[in-house]
C-alpha cells in the first residue's frame, strides 16, 4: 500500500505543467531586476547616492536610472508582464478552488500595502507605498474569473464545452482590451510619459491608470486583466487534465527558471525587504552613512 501511495505521489509530481512554471520563473527573474534597478535608482541613489563620493555608487545608482529610462524597459517590461498574467491565467486550469486562491491572494496583498504603508510613512523609505500592485491586480484577476467561472463551466456538460469555454473567455479578453484600448493609456505611454487618464471617481484608479493611485508597483486591472483571461481561455483547451504539455523535455537542464517559477510569490514579497535591506547594508559600508533616512 505505501509503495503503490509513493508511485501516485510521483505520478502527480511528473504531471506538473513545467513549461508554465518555467516561464513564470523567466517573468519573476525579470520582475526581481526590475524591482531592484528601482530601489537603486528611486530609492537609494536619488536619496543621497548621487551626492556620495563614492565612484561605485555613483556608476551603480547611474546606471540603475539609465536602465530605468532605457528603450530595454519601455519595450521588455510589458513583454514579462504580459507573460505574468498570461500564465496566471492559464494556471486557473491547475487550481481546485480558484475564489479561494484568490482570497488568500488579496489577504497577501493587503499585508504588502500596510508594509509598504510603514516603510514609507513610519521608516521613511520615500516611494515605496504600494496602492496597487501586481498582487492586489492578480488577486482581484482570480477572483473575477471564478466568479465567470461559475456559469461558465456549465458548459463542462456538452460536447466540446472546453473549447467552447475556451472562446467565451477568449471574447472576454477580447472585449477587456478593446475597453482598455479606448479608454486607458497605453503601456508604452506609462513608460515614457507622464500622461494619465482623468479620474472620474475615487475606484478609477482600479481600473486604468490614473494620478490618484499611482503608488509604487501600481497595476490596475486593465489591460492585465485582458492579459489574464487570455491565459484563461487557453487552459481548458490546451490542459483540459492539467498535465504538462511537453513532458518528455522536462529535467534538470529548466531547474533555475521551474524552482523560482514555483515560489514566484515568495520571491516577489522578499525581494523588496532583502534588496533594500543589502542596500542599507552597502550603503553603510562604503559611506558609514544612513542619509537616505532623512
Avoid at 536602465?67 to 496566471?88: H, K
Avoid at 510603514?118 to 492578480?138: A, K, M, N, P, R
Wanted: net charge positive; hydrophobic share 50%; aromatic share 18%.
Amino acid at each position: 500500500m505505501k509503495i503503490r501511495l509513493e508511485k501516485q505521489k510521483k505520478k502527480v509530481k511528473r504531471a506538473r505543467a513545467w513549461e508554465l512554471d518555467a516561464l513564470r520563473g523567466l517573468a519573476i527573474l525579470l520582475v526581481v531586476w526590475d524591482h531592484v534597478m528601482f530601489s537603486v535608482g528611486h530609492i537609494f541613489y536619488i536619496g543621497g547616492w548621487e551626492y556620495s563620493s563614492s565612484e561605485f555608487l555613483n556608476k551603480f545608482g547611474s546606471f540603475a536610472l539609465d536602465y530605468w529610462d532605457s528603450m530595454l524597459r519601455v519595450y521588455g517590461w510589458p513583454v514579462f508582464v504580459f507573460i505574468f498574467f498570461f500564465v496566471s491565467g492559464v494556471c486557473t486550469a491547475f487550481s481546485r478552488n480558484n475564489f479561494l486562491r484568490g482570497l488568500r491572494l488579496a489577504a497577501v496583498a493587503l499585508l504588502v500595502t500596510g508594509a509598504t504603508y510603514v516603510l514609507d510613512e513610519v521608516l521613511g523609505f520615500s516611494g515605496t507605498y504600494i496602492q496597487f500592485g501586481v498582487l492586489h491586480c492578480l488577486a482581484l484577476c482570480i477572483l473575477l474569473f471564478s466568479l465567470l467561472s461559475i456559469p461558465v463551466n456549465l458548459l463542462d456538460r456538452v460536447k466540446n464545452g472546453r473549447f467552447i469555454k475556451a472562446a467565451v473567455y477568449l471574447a472576454v479578453a477580447a472585449a477587456l482590451l478593446a475597453i482598455n484600448y479606448t479608454y486607458n493609456i497605453t503601456l508604452y505611454e506609462v513608460n515614457t510619459t507622464n500622461h494619465v487618464v482623468p479620474s472620474t471617481s475615487p475606484v478609477t484608479g482600479m481600473f486604468v491608470f490614473t494620478r490618484d493611485w499611482w503608488t509604487a508597483d501600481y497595476f490596475p486591472l486593465l489591460p492585465f486583466f485582458g492579459f489574464f483571461m487570455i491565459g484563461a481561455a487557453l487552459a481548458p483547451a490546451a490542459y483540459p487534465e492539467g498535465k504538462s504539455l511537453l513532458p518528455e523535455l522536462d529535467g534538470k537542464w529548466n531547474r533555475f527558471l521551474t524552482v523560482p517559477g514555483k515560489y514566484s510569490l515568495y520571491i516577489y514579497l522578499g525581494i523588496q525587504i532583502v534588496a533594500i535591506f543589502l542596500l542599507w547594508l552597502l550603503t553603510l559600508a562604503i559611506t558609514g552613512e544612513v542619509y537616505f533616512f532623512e
